[in-house]
């Protein structure tokens, strides 16, 4: 029969690709590591991996195989953490996910209370969208996550609770040509980009529709640092939650378009998301209390 320990070896050698670099992860020698898929593989019945030169291929054993693995074993590495959380939250690991406006502001500073009062706790944390953030949670890569909750307010698999609503506002560089316009709408921005991060399936076609672009965006980007910068840098009009960039608008590094903010309908619709029936452990419940509160 496999054991875990066989899972580990085989996950990681997916993960790195072929038997030398997966074999150097894991501190083992080629030959063991070798010998332990061999051994899996006998366990199974099946061959698990085409083996070439230089690198390795799944079976479509192998592909089933590995999508139960990784289950198992985050299953069992949540096990641990539980046990060891029962008693003592400092013990234990976090993983959570955050979409990227949440993660330029609520979830960070939230999480800033958590560690400082449990310095000892481990975090991870997974920036994305809420597609990707929902199926690493589905999947028990993360535990929780914080993110625009639109599209999931109806899902049977999630529980969601909804978190107070942060007024979207119009963003640009200093010395911009639109801070000299007085009235400004949707038409008046035509000539430049829009930016943003992935957006719901309803505020894109809001977007659209207020301004007659065939596309909602023209650059998007989940990654909030990298947004700010290219707006700081160029002519890109940017529309995003007002927590997020209220002390860059106070430092003057961006500007607001207050008669264009005025017009935007959307807003932010920030939820905490988790598992349906699933009880969250100590340093998540930790976390969900703070960042509702």
Known sequence: MYDLRQLRHFTALINHGNFARAALALHLSQPALSRSIQALEANLGCVLVNRHS??????????MVFQHAKRLLSASKALEQAVKQIDNLEAGQLRI???PFPAAGLVPHALAR???AYPKLEVEIIVGDWESLRQQMLDEEIEMFVADVRELMTDPLLQVTTLPVQPAVAICRPG??????????FDSIAAYPLAGTHLPEPVARSIMRDTGRDNALSIQCDNFTLLITLVVHSD???MVPRDVVAE???QGQLCELPSLSGKIRHH???GLVSRLGHR???AAEALHNLICT
């Open 236 to 238: 890109a009009i940017c």
């Open 268 to 270: 932010s619709a920030y």
């Open 54 to 63: 230089r690198s390795i291929s799944l079976t479509a054993q192998g592909h």
């Open 176 to 185: 911009h040509p639109l801070l000299e316009c007085d009235d400004l709408n």
């Open 97 to 99: 996910g955050a979409g």
């Open 248 to 250: 860059a608008l106070s």
């Open 114 to 116: 958590l560690v400082n």
């Open 280 to 282: 969250l452990s100590p």
